[in-house]
């Protein structure tokens, strides 16, 4: 079957680096994305990786490795705007995305 | 401004009452999906569609029909057959399949059965 696991929760300080992670089991790959959702909001997008390595765009940053079915999305300098779920999801073989249950990420003072 | 509108935003229904959820795109998108968002989980795919007159099953089809037969619209129906519809609806476009589909979502239209 197809799995993607993410943390349900994560808690971290405002103007610090949190980092969540995404192991995924799919039948292919055609790249993962990464999403933020504010509750009751539409999913909006941040990242898109297909090869290994580092995406950097400002603040937010995202990691892949085929190879370990592995990403990783850092937040820097955190801001309270930054407490949503952060889905993470993955482009199987049939260019169909497969969905993460989302982490809730929450900022504190 | 090019978006994804979806309408109502709240929708109550009774039990037995099949209700339609509207999905509307200016973005000259040819595909568009429908998900469905339970607290908890992550988004189950419902419908999807490819181009004009023709849509394909998800993982949780049952219980819903869609229709396309504009490219702007793929309006869904919440049919009676569907046992538990109480949850958060989610509508999204993309261009055609292909190495890069990022989707575009609307603001959700969240269902409650009373």
């Known amino acids: 079957g197809q799995n993607i696991d993410q943390p349900t929760e994560m808690t971290a300080t405002e103007g610090a680096i949190v980092q969540i992670n995404c192991t995924y089991q799919?039948?292919?790959?055609?790249?993962l994305f990464w999403y933020q959702q504010h509750a009751g909001e539409a999913p909006t997008f941040l990242s898109y990786?297909?090869l290994d390595g580092l995406e950097e765009k400002g603040r937010f940053s995202s990691f892949l490795s085929r190879s370990k079915g592995y990403s990783y999305l850092l937040l820097k300098e955190l801001q309270m705007k930054d407490s949503a779920s952060y889905l993470c999801a993955v482009m199987d073989s049939n260019y169909q995305l497969i969905w993460g249950a989302g982490t809730k990420l929450i900022i504190k003072p | 401004d090019g978006g994804i509108t979806q309408s109502p935003k709240y929708l109550f229904r009774k039990e037995g009452q099949n209700v339609t959820l509207s999905c509307e795109q200016n973005l000259n998108h040819d595909a568009m999906y429908w998900y469905r968002q339970d607290p908890g989980q992550g988004l189950r795919l419902i419908y999807y569609s490819q181009i004009v007159n023709d849509f394909q099953k998800g993982d949780i089809a049952e219980g819903y029909s869609v229709s396309r037969e504009k490219k702007e619209s793929f309006p869904l129906t919440v049919t009676s057959a569907q046992k538990n519809p109480t949850a958060f609806y989610l509508c999204?476009?993309?261009?055609?399949?292909?190495?890069?589909?990022?989707?575009?979502f609307g603001p959700g239209t969240r269902l409650t059965v009373l």
């Open positions: 799919t039948s292919g790959f055609n790249g």
């Open positions: 999204a476009s993309s261009i055609p399949a292909g190495d890069y589909n990022e989707q575009f």
């Open positions: 990786n297909v």
